[in-house]
């Protein structure tokens, strides 16, 4: 489901459903709905290739409210039946069946605690503190309840409370990491 266009796909299964690629997917399209997998251009992706997932239909949000630009870019007018496509910020594909594979997200958000969590907007907050030089934050864990925020700091002064305190005085509790791990620097790639 999506807040924007409710209940979009379902998929029943069994022990005997076999798992492609050891994922279980997202499942069909729902009646009512068309869900599309978008390239990069706005086009159509051919099967098995990733996308963006787009919600297309006449039962999608008309709009966020006093937001008309946020309207135009994610909830576009498509039908002339006031079909609306909603613009999901999820990856996806479909596997050979026409079933829906969800692949992560476009931008850094993750979601903790049933919390929409911009990823970058963490490290930002953590960038502004004293001391903090470096930081990367990233989402552990896979399970409902088990998915916490981990702050990667490089250099530091102090302790983790300390910069637990610090956060929570400008973030909500959300989006305060659970962890904490001090570096001399950030690891770097070739």
């Known amino acids: 489901a999506s807040t924007e266009a409710g209940r979009v796909s379902y998929l029943f299964m ?3 459903t076999p798992l492609p690629d050891a994922v279980v997917p997202l499942g069909y399209a729902v009646a009512g709905k068309c869900v599309r997998i978008l390239r990069e251009d706005g086009q159509d992706a051919d099967p098995a ?3 963006q997932i787009a919600v297309q239909g006449r039962h999608v949000a008309a709009g966020y409210w006093r937001q008309p630009e946020l309207t135009a870019a994610r909830l576009a007018l498509v039908g002339p039946a006031g079909e609306r496509l909603s ?5 996806g594909r479909r596997l050979a069946d026409g079933c829906l594979v969800h692949l992560g997200r476009i931008d850094s958000q993750v979601k903790i605690r049933g919390y929409q969590v911009p990823i970058n907007a963490v490290e930002a907050a953590l960038l502004e503190l004293d001391g903090v030089r470096e930081a990367a934050v990233v989402a552990h864990g896979s399970g409902p309840g088990e998915r916490r925020l981990v702050a990667y700091v490089a250099p530091a002064a102090g302790e983790p409370e300390q910069l637990r305190r610090a956060l929570s005085a ?3 509790a959300h989006m305060v990491p659970q962890g904490f791990v001090f570096l001399d620097a950030l690891p770097r790639t070739g």
């Open 87 to 91: 613009l999901t910020g999820d990856l």
């Open 14 to 16: 069994d022990r005997a």
């Open 49 to 51: 290739e990733t996308g």
């Open 170 to 172: 400008v973030l909500p």
